[in-house]
């Protein structure tokens, strides 16, 4: 089992900047693949990004790209979400999950933490 803690959701203005943090607990982080997913009111969770074991391939949906970076910090069993120029539409929850298998499901979840952008 693997626990996952999010950090860093607000309230921000459009054009603005956040970051997200997700803490890992309970097994090895470098065995995780691990994704940021967001749902917002309304609509279904969608995914944003995603980020390998080691760190070096990232894969991002195509709303978010050029404008939000996904990076992890193994000291730290963190992995991070920077957002920028951010816009309403970002507006949702965020969630972190982790999972073993490159191409299977996500198997552990964060509780999510909210990100408002306001027009």
């Known amino acids: 089992q693997v626990q996952l803690v999010e950090f860093g959701g607000g309230l921000v203005q459009a054009g603005g900047s956040l970051r997200l943090s997700c803490a890992a607990s309970?097994?090895?982080?470098?065995?995780?693949?691990m994704g940021w997913f967001r749902q917002a009111p309304g609509k279904e969770r969608e995914f944003v990004a995603r980020i390998t074991w080691n760190g070096e391939i990232t894969s991002y949906a195509d709303s978010v790209k050029g404008r939000f970076t996904i990076s992890r910090d193994s000291a730290k069993n963190t992995v991070y979400l920077q957002m920028n120029s951010l816009k309403p539409e970002d507006t949702a929850v965020y969630y972190c999950a982790a999972k073993r298998s490159l191409y299977g499901s996500y198997e552990h979840w964060g509780q999510g933490t909210q990100v408002t952008v306001s027009s």
């Open positions: 309970g097994r090895t982080f470098s065995d995780y693949v």
